[in-house]
């Protein structure tokens, strides 16, 4: 075997090994990797009282509601629901049907304490005038049962919430 | 690879020429298209436009550092004269590019998602990218000697080649704040034509203004592999010289 395949033989065998146990490590820190639990991970998770987290997931229709300066609303995956409690500055993007990520602590009574809520823009770029045209209404329609009923205001959906 | 190599610096002149005119020309037609001529999005109004700067960047913050990798390969396998001065060449490219698009997503963050910096997993996966530029920068200049330099250099750069897959599917493997891609989705197009259009160009523009970059800068290390090397004769000569002289 000549020098040059021997060395190619080594530098692949040697970055594979390290691609795995990168691999390896990423996959054990799966959860802290994770920018954010969806509705229905959250329910399936065993989380610790006063653990800091993070729950993204679209704001359900009709779910906002403002008394003073605190503000109510639920994140919904369309699967399981999460209702969030918030007093503070929203971004500009938060409404109705538009993917959002709230950073707080959950209460026994299951709702999130939110201490920032970040909106969460979707992959999809449409011209404005485009965007209440018969192309929007055809993605409208390829979604999900239920899905008119969450994305009142004809936001699209983004596609990491929705797996 | 010495034919292109022999190939390649012969024209080299002609090439950065050409590179040149050509980084000039797409980057006009590119940013005027993208910053005047295409629409606005229906979300985020005029701040989209950010995009023409931010995607091209981030691109071509990636794919240096893939040249960067793939002349550490070679390097490391055999004698390739041109590698390690490609590869030397192409990081503080790769950086310069990473850093424009840290910095325009960042100016971007703020109005959309609320927040100039997460810690997500494509944000963060991006700025080690930078750590292994700035990395590389520094370890192949730490060295006296020009090939120990060159290689810690390139065993640097393969171990950080494990992070730009990483950084390409992160907003598939784990949710991210940041959006998954648009362009490469098979689905349907999540981009409007007039919108696609200026920031391909803008890509293009961008890749043209790497290599001109690049070119620049293979031109120069190699005027300072020459001076080096002339250094290190007129020093043997002038010992050489001594010695026969007797003193």
Known sequence: MSLKKRRLGWLISSLVALGMAIGLLLLAARDTVTFFFSPSELA???????????????????????????????????????????????????????????????????????????AKHDETYTPRDVAESSLQKKWRGERAPGAAQTTATGGSAPAAITR | MHFFTKLALRHARALLWWSSALTLVLLVIGLVWGLFFSPADYQQGEMVRILYIHAPAAWMGLFAYTVMAVASAASLMGKYPLADIVAKASSPVGALFTIICLVTGALWGKPMWGAYWVWDARLTSMLILLFLYLGHIALVNAFDDYGRGARAGAILALIGFINIPIIKFSVDWWNTLHQPASITRVALPAMAMEM??????????????????????IQSEMAAVQVRASRLTQNNWTQNNRRENGR
């Open chain 1, 44 to 118: 399936q998770l065993s989380i610790k009282q006063d653990r800091r987290l993070r729950v993204g997931g679209l704001v359900a229709a009709g779910s906002v509601q403002r008394t003073g300066t605190i503000i109510h609303f639920v994140i919904t995956d369309r699967v399981q629901t999460v209702p969030v409690i918030f007093s503070g500055i929203l971004p500009d993007l938060f409404r109705e049907g538009q993917g959002v990520v709230a950073e707080g602590r959950l209460g026994t009574d299951g709702v999130l304490h939110a201490s920032s809520v970040l």
């Open chain 2, 196 to 217: 696609l259009l200026p920031l391909l160009v803008m890509g293009l523009a961008f890749k043209a203004y790497y290599v001109t970059l690049l070119l620049v800068r």
